[in-house]
């Protein structure tokens, strides 16, 4: 039996069984490479999820989380530290379109809760919004095929029937609205609305971008009718996209902003953001969490952050996305129906559904990517992924497309 086997017995042993057994068992990273128990090398195309994104054991991740472990590794939100501060003073700045961003940073107005994850994000984003809206408002409008986590709140909000019938009622009113169908989203919002949840793009749908004008026509709606926008950025955000957040080039500001995912790089951390009067609509007593605002998660973020302006990771996201989706783009095969995406958050979106079939040859192939639809493979790599890497899985996926056909 390999060491892999090996683990995956003992996992299926061990663990609910609710992510059935994962194929690869993964030991080690470096950049954007990651080798498996049996000592099998992978090129990562998916970042666990749109979350290493510098890779494995980057230098400044590793430096700022060894540091700050060995000062001080929780605080709880007993007390304050200053790495918190100093990560939401960034987050607010980054939203408030410093740049060069000030020292000291100066944020616009706006506040920041922490979390630990992103359904714990939005969360904090819905009890937010039910605290500003008040009874009188209790519904909150949400798209159709849309993904905001697995909790009870996250997942009332999230449209896709199959996963969230099995656990309800929630006891939250959530009005369902067909994903990039303005007029319809218009119709939705009322004066009974307290927020609209959208996501800037469909990750989990298979990374379906908002259609152009979408999210300002939300915004309009919900300034008509009183309503709070509320932009899930926690697949999309923090360069994603090769901007900092998806919303800034759809020229849309939320009320309510959530993160998680790439902002920690692989350390767990989520943060919800009230912009403007939001950033007030929590009264002490009102939420928390022991965990938020970690200062080895902070100082990870703070890494991320940092490393991101330092060497030009948004420019380097465009450039090597647009190389990546113009190299798959030109790929002829039955299978192939084209690319959708922006900057290093893409779909090869495939003519049936065998996109199960394209992941595990593709494995076979030493590359992790993920079948996220049917027929849609998804790559979110680490965003410091090179044209020399993304090229290699360009000229390797005919072979592996070749495989799944045969
Ligand atoms: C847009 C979006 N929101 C929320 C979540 C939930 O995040 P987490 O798995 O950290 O709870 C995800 C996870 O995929 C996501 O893509």
Redesign the pocket.
Known sequence: MSETEALQKRFAAALMPNYGVPPVAISRGQGCRVWDADGREYLDLIAG??VSSLGHAHPAIVEAVSRQVAEVAHTSNLFLHEREVELAERVLCLLGGDDPPQTPPVPPGGRVFFAN????A?EAAVKLVRRIAGPGRPVIVAAERS?????MG?LALTGKESIRAPFGPFGLTVRFVPYGDARALRAAVGSDTAAVFL?PGL??SGVVPAPEGYLRAAREACDQAGALLVL?E???GIGRTGAWFAHQTAGVRPDVL?L??GLGGGLPI?LCVGLGAAGGGFAKGDHGSTFGGNPVACAAALAVLDTIERDGLLAHVTAVGEHLAAGLGGISHPLVAGVRGTGLWRAVVLTAAVAAEVEAAARRAGFLVNAVQPDAVRLAPPLILSIAEADQFTAALPGILAEVSS
């Not at 994850?117 to 714990?120: D, Q, R």
């Not at 993904?147 to 909790?151: C, I, N, V």
């Open positions: 999820i749109a994850s992103g359904a714990e939005n993904f905001h986590g697995r909790t996250a996501e990750g989990e899930d926690i697949q999309s959530t998680a995912k989520g």
